[in-house]
């Protein structure tokens, strides 16, 4: 007999994006619910830029002019996802898209039809919708119309945290408990094999609490500039909680999983996708895969581990979009306009992750002249980097490519195809493609490997597998785990083979909706 400390109908392990959807969503259809957060809440969503991907028709895209279908984004949304998940699956998520971007208004989270007209990784406090993905570049604008469906979260600078505030106080108007500096540390299973509860531990109140909550904080900030700063906090933080009073805690309908990714594990990292080590770890040390292991240890299986989303965005400003991307050999590899994911993808799997963009004389100046109006603050920081410092000039290409350690011949090649006027071979718009003219030319290092000013973040998509209509997590022979569910970055889903700006987030949205409401119902198989 477990000597339970508290109980909840339904625990909801991690309170960021795809824990608050599970929390609310099981809160209104009845159940009590207790959230479990390592630190203060918001997870990585708190840290992203707030986007959410969705289409189908959404009032911003009607206002900004833009007819959009359910049926159009399934179709450009195929060639992204590539199978992640079925067909059926996919469809139900364009088809409810417009219908979670509404939910999630009536949180509280608001929205903003002004639209982006140029091509950006992120867009400034004057654009709230744009096109995040690769809507606009072959072969996907082939398959499918182009619409913008990266609806930013409005406010200013990043707007994560606009969004996990919102859902934070959806959630406690619903009467959902928020238990913090409270680490997961094993489940409870019944002797039906049910999962029953978990223990946990708490950082101890006072001093120890209160230094704890401010070495995380920093920890946070620091991590997305510069990992190796933001490292030296991570003992002390696990210190902290190592210290903490342990708890058992019963769910009497059931666990839902969503406590991130794994890329803050190096081991797993090594494991799974050791090609991506060098990358800048982003989230929280919170997505260090625990959540996937305690899924793991209660029989659950993993998919797609393998796959890591780098991201290696070469605008705004949008003008270095008309340089070249080279690898070491001096050949392209890319449509300089594709989505940084993307980029960063095929850097990485079929370029040993090194990679130069090259540009003229004309080019950078006319970057520096963008600058002020395409750029948010920490944009404009990285690339004042790369324009004023973080490049290696030369007055010749020979030149050039000796200091940059790229196969001279290559690079002629390569620039002289892309002068030539012939159509591009990557298929990038004319309108972003110019001669590369007379020097002096410049060669950013756009490589994998973590560096001051200019880092290559990078998330993890594989997750413990579950049944895509529950959400409740699955054993390798496809057999549900009684009362154990996953949403999130914890769980397989729609980004978890490919990811544009907003997918995951939207994947939260979806994932923990339908844990939340599953869960809620105590389903038993």
Same mark, same amino acid.
């Given at each position: 007999m477990v000597q339970w400390d508290d109980e909840a109908d339904v625990l909801v392990v991690g309170f960021g994006g795809a824990g608050a959807c599970a929390a609310i969503e099981a809160a209104d259809h009845g159940a009590a619910v207790l959230a479990l957060e390592r630190f203060d809440g918001g997870g990585a969503t708190a840290i992203s830029g707030g986007v959410v991907y969705a289409g189908g028709g959404t009032a911003q895209q009607k206002e900004a002019g833009f007819d959009d279908t359910p049926e159009a984004m399934l179709r450009y949304l195929r060639v992204e996802t590539?199978?992640? *998940?079925?067909?059926?699956?996919?469809?139900?998520?364009?088809?409810?898209?417009?219908?979670?971007?509404?939910?999630?208004?009536?949180?509280? *989270?608001? %929205?903003?039809?002004? %639209?982006?007209?140029?091509?950006?990784?992120?867009?400034?406090?004057r654009h709230y919708l744009y096109y995040s993905g690769n809507e606009i570049v072959p072969p996907y604008r082939d398959e499918a119309e182009p619409a913008p469906r990266g609806h930013r979260v409005r406010g200013k600078g990043t707007s994560g945290k606009g969004l996990t505030d919102n859902l934070e106080a959806a959630a406690r108007s619903r009467g959902v408990r928020v238990w913090r500096q409270t680490a997961v540390t094993e489940l409870i299973?019944?002797?039906?094999?049910?999962?029953?509860?978990?223990?946990?531990?708490?950082?101890?109140?006072?001093?120890? &609490?209160?230094?704890?909550?401010?070495?995380?904080?920093?920890?946070r900030k620091l991590n997305i500039y510069y990992r190796p700063l933001g490292?030296?906090?991570?003992?002390?933080? &696990?210190?902290?909680?190592?210290?903490?009073?342990?708890?058992?805690?019963?769910?009497?309908?059931?666990?839902?999983?969503?406590? #991130?990714? %794994? @890329? %803050?594990?190096?081991?797993?990292?090594?494991?799974?996708?050791?090609?991506?080590?060098?990358?800048?770890?982003?989230?929280?040390? #919170?997505?260090? #895969?625990?959540?996937?292991?305690?899924?793991?240890?209660?029989?659950?299986?993993?998919?797609?581990?393998?796959?890591?989303?780098?991201?290696?965005?070469?605008?705004?400003?949008?003008?270095?979009?008309?340089? @070249?991307? *080279?690898?070491?050999?001096g050949e392209r590899f890319v449509n300089e306009l594709a989505y940084g994911a993307k980029v960063g993808e095929r850097m990485v799997e079929q370029h040993d992750g090194r990679a130069h963009l090259i540009a003229d004389q004309r080019i950078v100046d006319e970057a520096r002249r963008q600058l002020p109006r395409q750029c948010l603050w920490f944009q404009r920081l990285q690339m004042e980097y790369l324009l004023r410092a973080g490049h290696i000039e030369a007055d010749s290409v020979e030149e050039l490519a000796r200091r940059t350690g790229i196969d001279p011949d290559g690079l002629a090649r390569t620039l002289a195809a892309y002068n030539s006027g012939e159509p591009d071979e990557f298929g990038k718009a004319e309108?972003?493609?110019?001669?590369?003219?007379?020097?002096?030319?410049?060669?950013f290092d756009c490589s994998l490997r973590t560096k001051r000013?200019?880092?290559?973040?990078?998330?993890?998509?594989?997750?413990?597998? *579950?049944?895509?209509?529950?959400?409740? @997590?699955?054993?390798?022979?496809?057999?549900?785990?009684?009362?154990?569910?996953?949403?999130g970055r914890n769980a397989t889903g729609i980004c978890s083979e490919s990811y544009v700006s907003?997918?995951?987030?939207?994947?939260? @949205?979806?994932?923990?909706?339908?844990?939340?409401?599953?869960?809620a119902e105590g389903i038993r198989r």
């Open positions: 590539a199978g992640a *998940v079925s067909d059926e699956t996919l469809r139900e998520f364009c088809e409810s898209s417009n219908d979670n971007l509404e939910w999630l208004q009536r949180q509280g *989270v608001p %929205f903003d039809s002004s %639209f982006c007209p140029y091509k950006t990784s992120y867009p400034t406090n299973t019944d002797d039906q094999g049910r999962v029953a509860g978990l223990r946990c531990r708490q950082v101890p109140g006072g001093l120890k &609490r209160a230094l704890h909550r401010l070495l995380s904080r920093w920890n490292k030296r906090l991570d003992a002390p933080i &696990r210190r902290l909680e190592r210290s903490g009073t342990f708890k058992r805690v019963r769910a009497r309908r059931g666990i839902v999983l969503a406590a #991130g990714g %794994f @890329v %803050f594990d190096k081991a797993a990292l090594a494991e799974h996708a050791p090609a991506y080590r060098a990358g800048s770890p982003l989230g929280t040390i #919170g997505d260090d #895969g625990s959540g996937i292991r305690l899924g793991q240890a209660a029989g659950g299986a993993t998919t797609r581990m393998h796959r890591v989303s780098a991201w290696r965005f070469i605008n705004p400003p949008v003008a270095l979009s008309k340089g @070249v991307l *080279v690898d070491r050999a309108d972003h493609r110019q001669t590369i003219g007379p020097g002096p030319y410049y060669a000013g200019y880092p290559c973040p990078m998330i993890t998509l594989g997750g413990l597998t *579950v049944d895509e209509r529950t959400g409740m @997590v699955t054993r390798a022979d496809g057999s549900g785990i009684d009362g154990l569910y996953a949403a907003g997918l995951s987030i939207a994947d939260c @949205v979806h994932s923990g909706r339908r844990a939340g409401r599953h869960v």
